[in-house]
């Protein structure tokens, strides 16, 4: 039975958004939780009687206790190790991630032999979480997949999290392994330009860039290729991106000064004319049968990235109020699939 849910980092873009999300359509006690308590309280005081402020630093186990609490923790900050997952687990709580880190996911699962009475989903939000639920409702439709191709557009209009953009940047000058040309090869983020077009927008130039849904997807395609790309609704903004990228520059995102001060100018760009907060999800798929090329694609569109994301956690949450989900640690593509009359309800698999 659940009754409450903890949001930590409840007070930040994303989380503050869940818990509003949860309130206007649940009777749940929500724990807004961080480890600034006064933000917490303040926070609180908007939302309501229903939200109630909790002081806990994911850093720090010894502030954990505040998690028994809550039958549900929803995680909405990146961390360096799993101990907060552990202790979760180890009181039989059940935990929600929004993280695009597919390192982060693959020490999760790892866990998966301390799971007695839990439920552990991972890839909830927009990318990943509706990215891999929108490409599974294109691979149900194709009898053979090669090539799957998803696209996130993100707008700069829209008020970013500091933590999501911090993740972004620190992304930049990673590599990562996916398959590509038959082959398993290391990529760069940002890097191999591909051509995506948007009905509302017009041709963008995308980038491969290492959100986990591409490596989730392609464990269950293994005869296939999977990728998935970034780009941004402003196409002069990617395109500086790309040069910076390819000159070398974006290695000063090392130094947290320079970090700090391209999130307030990503920031300030809200106000910049051609911007919005425009989001939107494209998903292509290929194959080359009968001597011909057989393409097939899902496009889905947006306002507001940060509430998609708080409307899907709040979709995924309010099913396990009305379900029982199987204990084991799962992405929502593996518990959950798209609605056949309307492809922003989510409907659980098991269920069906």
Known sequence: MVNS????GGYGEVGGNIAKQLI???????????RRLEKAVCYCQQLGASAHPVEIDIR??????????????????????????????EHHIHYIDITANFAFHKQIEQLKPLIQQSTVIMSVGFAPGLSNLLANHLIDRMEFIEELHITILLGLGEKHGVGAMQWLLEQMNQTYHIKMNGATQSVRNFSEKKITYFKRLGKRSSYLFNFSDQHVLQRNLPQSEVQTYLTFDVEWINRLLAIFHRLKITRLLKYSWVKRGLIKMIQGFRYVSSSSDICAIKVEAVNRKNKQINEMHQIWYANNEAMTTAY???????QMIHTSLPYGTYHIDDLFCLGESDINLIKNKLSK
């Open 312 to 318: 899907i956690t709040a979709l995924v949450v309010k």
């Open 60 to 89: 720090k186990p010894k502030s954990y206790a505040a998690i028994l609490q809550t039958d549900v923790v929803i995680m909405c900050m990146d961390q360096q190790n799993t101990a907060l997952v552990q202790y979760c687990l």
């Open 5 to 8: 849910v903890m949001i930590i």
């Open 24 to 34: 206007q359509s649940t009777d749940l006690r929500i724990l807004i939780a961080g």
